[in-house]
C-alpha cells in the first residue's frame, strides 16, 4: 500500500474524472495537448506535473505521466528561454542548445509573465510589477519539488540533478548582502542580474529550507547523494535564514503553503532523513494561528465574485495534509517529548480540516465558476482544483516505484 493510500489521499472514482477532466482541458487550452501556441506559467505548471503524478498513480493510465513528461520538457523549452519579444535570444543560462538541453535548469526559469520585465533603469510600477515577467524564488521551488516528484515516480535521476542545479543556482543569486546581515531579494530579472523587487518575501527562506531538504533526502534514495551540488551550502543558508524568523500568516495560500511543507518535513522525519522534529513543530504552530485569525476574517463567507479561488484552493491542498502529517508522526523515529507536542500541534490544527472541504466544494459548483474572479484566473484556478481533488500528488513524497528498481 502506498503512502497516499495510507494517508487516506486515494481519490474516488468521481474526484478523479474531475481531475482528468480539468486536467486535460488544462493541456489543450495552454498548447501541451494540442497545436496552440504554449502558454506556460511556472507555478500553475509545477502543480500540473504533480496532478499528472497523481492521476497516473490512482488510475495507472500511462498517458498522464507522458504528459508530466511532456510538460516538463515544454516549461523548459519555453521559460528556460528568454522571450520571443525579447532582443536576446536563447537559453537564459547562456548555454548552447547541447549543453542547455542536458541542463536546461542552469539559469534559472522565468515566471512567464504577460509584459516583459521592467527595463533597465524604468521606475517602478507596484501594479504593473505584478503582470511583468521576471524570476520568482517561490516558483522556482515549486519546480524544484515537481521536478524531484518525478524523479521518485519514474526513477529518472536527471530530474532529481537538474532540481538541485536549480536549487543551487536560485540560492546564489536571490541570497544577498553582507555575512552578518544576509537576506534575500523578492523578484529578479529574467537573466538573474539585477532585483526587479529587492524587499524580502516571508517565506522564501522557509521554502528553500524545505525544497533543499526533499531534494537531498531523493538524491540519497536514488544513490547519488555524494554528486554535485550537494546542497550543503544552500541548507546553510536558508537555515540561518529561517533561524528565529516568524513565520507566522493569515494569508490563504501561505498557510496552505506551511502545511504542504509540514507534510513534507513529516514524511521526511518518517523516512529518518530529518532527525529534528523543531522544524515541524514551528510550521504547525505558525499554521495554527495563522488559521485562527484568518477564520475570524470570515472571507469565506463573501460571494464568489469577491474571492480569489486559488489562495483558497492553496489553503484547502495544506489542509488536506493534515491527515499524512498525522500518519508520519504515528511512525516518526523522534523522541518521546518532541512528538507529543507536535501531535498535540496537530491534534489542535484538526479542527480546521472541514475548512478545507467546504473550500473545494464550493469551487466545484459550476455557478461558482461561472464568475468573473474564475475565469480571469481560469488556468490557475482549474490545475489549483484539481489539486485539490487529487492531492497526493502535491503533498506525499511519491514511493520510489518497486517495479522501476
Not at 57 to 64: F, K, Q, S
Request: net charge neutral.
Amino acid at each position: 500500500m502506498s503512502g497516499a493510500d495510507e494517508a487516506g489521499l486515494r481519490p474516488g472514482e468521481r474526484e478523479a474524472e474531475d481531475a482528468s477532466e480539468l486536467m486535460l482541458c488544462f493541456a489543450e487550452r495552454t498548447g501541451l495537448g494540442s497545436e496552440r501556441p504554449p502558454q506556460r506559467y511556472l507555478w500553475t505548471d509545477a502543480y500540473a506535473v504533480c496532478n499528472y503524478l497523481a492521476l497516473w498513480r490512482a488510475t495507472g493510465e500511462a498517458r498522464y505521466r507522458q504528459l508530466a513528461l511532456d510538460l516538463v520538457a515544454q516549461v523548459h523549452r519555453v521559460l528556460g528561454r528568454h522571450r520571443d519579444d525579447d532582443t536576446r535570444r536563447g537559453w537564459i543560462s547562456g548555454l548552447g542548445d547541447r549543453e542547455a538541453e542536458l541542463h536546461p535548469t542552469q539559469g534559472g526559469l522565468r515566471i512567464g509573465k504577460r509584459l516583459p520585465e521592467r527595463p533597465r533603469g524604468a521606475a517602478i510600477d507596484e501594479r504593473l510589477e505584478w503582470d511583468r515577467d521576471g524570476q520568482y524564488f517561490h516558483y522556482l521551488t515549486k519546480w524544484m519539488r515537481a521536478l524531484d516528484q518525478l524523479a521518485r515516480s519514474t526513477r529518472e535521476l536527471r530530474f532529481n540533478r537538474w532540481a538541485r542545479e536549480l536549487a543551487e543556482v536560485a540560492q546564489r543569486a536571490f541570497c544577498c548582502g553582507e555575512l552578518e546581515r544576509r537576506r534575500m531579494v523578492w523578484k529578479l530579472s529574467i537573466d538573474l542580474s539585477r532585483p526587479l523587487v529587492p524587499s524580502m518575501g516571508q517565506h522564501d527562506p522557509l521554502d528553500g529550507l524545505v525544497s533543499c531538504l526533499q531534494l537531498r533526502a531523493t538524491a540519497a534514495a536514488l544513490s547519488d547523494a555524494a554528486a554535485e551540488p550537494s546542497l550543503g551550502d544552500a541548507l546553510s543558508e536558508f537555515a540561518s535564514l529561517v533561524r528565529g524568523r516568524d513565520l507566522a500568516t493569515a494569508d490563504p495560500l501561505g498557510l496552505g503553503g506551511h502545511l504542504i511543507d509540514a507534510a513534507c518535513v513529516a514524511q521526511l522525519i518518517e523516512q529518518g532523513a530529518l532527525a529534528d522534529l523543531g522544524l515541524l513543530e514551528a510550521l504547525l504552530a505558525a499554521a495554527a494561528r495563522g488559521l485562527a485569525h484568518f477564520e475570524r476574517q470570515n472571507d469565506l463567507r463573501q460571494p464568489a465574485s469577491r474571492r480569489l479561488a486559488f489562495r483558497e484552493l492553496g489553503l484547502a491542498i495544506g489542509l488536506a495534509g493534515l491527515a499524512p502529517i498525522e500518519r508520519a508522526l504515528r511512525s516518526a523515529r523522534a523522541g518521546a517529548a518532541s512528538a507529543a507536542r507536535a501531535r498535540a500541534r496537530l491534534e489542535a490544527l484538526f479542527r480546521h480540516a472541514p475548512m478545507g472541504s467546504a473550500i473545494a466544494a464550493f469551487w466545484r459548483a459550476p455557478l461558482a465558476r461561472e464568475s468573473r474572479s474564475w475565469t480571469q484566473h481560469r488556468d490557475i484556478d482549474d490545475v489549483m482544483l484539481s489539486t485539490c481533488l487529487v492531492p497526493a500528488g502535491a503533498l506525499i513524497l511519491a514511493p520510489l516505484r518497486p517495479e522501476q528498481r
